[in-house]
């Protein structure tokens, strides 16, 4: 059931008067906003509902998490046969040569690897969990620990990835922006990102 709050208030785009919404006993007061009037052709009579009011947002048929995806961002997951190394402070994480390349627009590539690959000894589960629009939500993290420091969820997983990605599945990255990582014997520079 919709909810008429009784609460008008003029916003750039126009006129808006807020809503909530009941169903059952579940009450979702300042839901939505309807806009009454707009100097934008069209916009008047729509509604624009407010992304933590509800329980989930869907795509067609699939969950997409955190916020609505870029339809000009891209996020790739090809196999491939590159020998991809990850060390930190001269102590082996991991080495495959069956790793997984995540691309991802804006973002540099992430090497997603098997977890026969990685070296779990130097690796502590931590709670930490994470949304993405484009690969879902994150099911594991993990604390890096070697003889020089300790680094807080330095590499992670996804247990459930969206489709699209599906090849990442309970396979583990680093950020490769704080490790070192070597592919096909050559040491790449750490991206400077949000993530450094």
Not at 106 to 118: E, F, H, I, N, S
Request: charged content about 25%.
């Amino acid at each position: 059931m919709i909810v008429d709050e009784q609460h008008e208030r003029r916003l750039s785009r126009g006129l808006t008067r807020r809503i909530g919404l009941k169903v059952g006993d579940v009450d979702r007061p300042m839901a939505a906003r309807v806009y009454t009037e707009s100097d934008l052709p069209g916009l008047a009579g729509l509604v624009r509902f407010e992304w933590d009011a509800l329980d989930a947002w869907y795509e067609e048929d699939e969950e997409i998490f955190l916020h609505p995806r870029n339809p000009y961002t891209r996020t790739d997951a090809l196999r491939s046969t590159r020998q991809v190394r990850v060390e930190l402070d001269g102590v082996l994480l991991a080495e495959s040569r069956s790793p997984v390349l995540l691309f991802e627009t804006g973002l540099p590539t992430r090497y997603y690897l098997d977890r026969t690959a990685v070296n779990f000894d130097v690796l502590e589960h931590t709670a930490t969990e994470s949304l993405c629009p484009y690969k879902g939500r994150t099911g594991d993290y993990w604390t890096v620990r070697t003889p020089t420091g300790s680094y807080p969820d330095l590499a992670w997983s996804y247990r459930y990835p969206s489709p699209a990605v599906a090849a990442i599945t309970n396979l583990v990255a680093f950020y490769n922006e704080m490790v070192d990582t070597t592919v096909d014997g050559v040491r790449l520079d750490r991206p400077v990102t949000a993530f450094s």
